[in-house]
């Protein structure tokens, strides 16, 4: 068990989940790098040190009960929970399955329910924490090819706000960070060739605005922030 604050990524991958993981262990915490495989993570928190990777299914009641026992029990109570774990699919009403729907809801509203209800207890008995939820625009308007993705994000911003206005008077602070753009992968960089590098969201940058988010001072604390690149259309 470390000395360390804990920070548990859920959803890390080669994008933002690693730049998240990379900036909160730079700031001195211990890290947990949660994702369905550790394919990823468990390189990443070799090179990192202070870090360990768990392969949790954030859809499964079960596995996230063990996967956030096993992180308390190897580095001690969640301090910072960010929740990065999302899907979607493109298409219209006439275009998904139900299904579509259902696994968008499973991973992007009901995992983050699942995890932070195992992190909530842990905070209270540290008397601060930080939840951090990664959002998108979809989570404002559903746009004729949302309707698998934009309903689950909506949701899941109905939650983060709920959490909010109930825990910030338990000091924890529970923000949303509305992603508006394109993040900066190898596969988005592929389907999108003609694109400069300044139309891509950094993830490096939008982790940056995650680990503010938890050292605002309580008097001005931020609920939610929006993520945009400057040529972004808004």
């Known amino acids: 068990m470390t000395t360390k604050k804990v920070c548990a990524v859920v959803g890390v991958g080669p994008g933002n989940g690693a730049a998240l993981g990379?900036?909160?262990?730079r700031e001195g915490f211990a890290v947990a790098l949660l994702a369905?495989?550790?394919?990823t993570s468990?390189?990443?928190?070799?090179?990192?040190?202070?870090?360990?990777?768990?392969?949790?299914?954030?859809?499964?009641?079960e596995s996230v009960a063990r996967t956030f026992d096993a992180i308390e029990r190897d580095m001690g109570p969640?301090?910072?929970l960010v929740y990065n774990a999302g899907t979607g699919t493109w298409g219209t009403i006439e275009e998904i399955d139900p299904s579509t729907l259902d696994s968008s809801f499973r991973v992007?509203?009901?995992?983050?329910?699942?995890?932070?209800?195992?992190?909530?207890p842990q905070m209270k008995s540290q008397g601060e924490g930080n939840i951090?939820?990664?959002g998108a625009t979809s989570s404002r308007r559903g746009l004729a090819r949302t309707a698998g993705f934009a309903p689950a994000k909506a949701a899941q911003r109905s939650l983060t706000e709920s959490?909010?206005?109930?825990?910030?008077?338990?000091?924890?602070?529970?923000?949303?960070?509305?992603?508006?753009?394109?993040?900066d992968l190898p596969r988005t960089r592929v389907m999108m060739k003609d694109k400069?590098?300044?139309?891509?969201?950094?993830?490096?940058?939008?982790?940056?605005?995650?680990?503010?988010?938890?050292?605002q001072p309580r008097s001005a604390w931020s609920f939610e922030v929006e993520a945009r690149p400057y040529k972004e259309s808004w």
């Open 78 to 80: 969640v301090h910072t």
């Open 42 to 61: 468990t390189a990443m928190a070799a090179s990192l040190g202070d870090a360990r990777a768990y392969s949790c299914d954030v859809t499964d009641a």
């Open 163 to 183: 959490m909010a206005r109930h825990l910030w008077p338990a000091n924890i602070h529970v923000s949303l960070i509305v992603v508006d753009g394109v993040v």
């Open 22 to 25: 990379r900036r909160f262990s």
């Open 36 to 39: 369905r495989t550790t394919e």
């Open 132 to 134: 951090v939820v990664i």
């Open 196 to 215: 400069p590098d300044d139309f891509f969201i950094a993830p490096d940058d939008l982790a940056d605005t995650a680990f503010h988010l938890t050292v």
């Open 108 to 120: 992007n509203t009901l995992g983050l329910l699942m995890t932070t209800k195992r992190v909530i």
